[in-house]
């Protein structure tokens, strides 16, 4: 069965911080590992990464994918209020299109 | 533009009433899935489909149950509602080739009591 943990579970910095996000997964057969941000309604696409793009960007949001060590971080840099969300990291393992969910860090981005 | 709709948006019921959430999308998707999500588990998979006819069960499928007679709905029903159902309810829907990446519609907010 799948795994994904995140951490932190929540997080809380200032307007202007850099932050990253954490997601260890274990999987048996990996395909992609996908990341979201949710703020009090649906999540939201962000990034995907997988065997052939390791590392993505997006502005001040970057993520990269580590397949060696089993893991991805999420940065975000000089954070904004905008930026408060729940992010979500969920892996996409074996021929069956399931994701497989981490709980995901809550960050609060203040003033 | 195509999207993913539910409805209701909110619901109250009643322990023991059966309840069914609707989930529509104009993507023409053959993948649809229905998640709940509660404080402190994250997104859990209910139920799953592949396609017209198909459906698959999730980690968390007691006391659910889907159906899937054409290619944009796939409604979820609860059999008996009991309070540990009381949850938000997402549906989403990809396109297989896509690796995973799947598309969610706003949610339902569901109250047994």
């Not at chain 2, 023991?16 to 104009?26: D, E, I, K, P, S």
């Amino acid at each position: 069965e799948d795994k994904v943990v995140q951490s932190p579970l929540s997080l809380v910095v200032h307007e202007g911080d850099t932050v990253t996000l954490n997601c260890s997964y274990e999987v048996t057969n990996f395909r992609s590992l996908l990341w979201y941000k949710q703020e009090k309604k649906a999540p939201t696409f962000l990034f995907m990464l997988t065997s052939s793009g390791i590392e993505k960007k997006s502005g001040r949001l970057s993520s990269i994918l580590d397949k060696k060590e089993l893991f991805s971080i999420l940065n975000i840099t000089a954070t904004q209020t905008g930026d408060s969300a729940v992010y979500l990291c969920a892996d996409s393992g074996g021929s069956n299109y399931k994701l497989t969910f981490g709980k995901g860090t809550l960050l609060t981005v203040n003033p | 533009d195509a999207e993913i709709t539910q409805s209701p948006r909110h619901k109250i019921t009643e322990t023991g009433r059966q309840v069914t959430l609707a989930c529509h999308q104009t993507w023409n998707h053959n993948n649809m899935f229905w998640y709940r999500q509660d404080l402190g588990h994250g997104l859990r998979l209910i139920h799953y489909s592949y396609g017209v006819q198909d459906t698959n069960k999730g980690e968390v499928s007691d006391g659910y149950s889907v159906s899937r007679s054409n290619t944009e709905d796939l409604p979820l029903t609860l059999e008996s509602a009991a309070s540990s159902q009381t949850s938000v309810y997402f549906c989403a829907s990809s396109e297989p080739g896509l690796a995973g990446v799947q598309y969610f519609g706003p949610g339902t907010r569901l109250t047994v009591t």
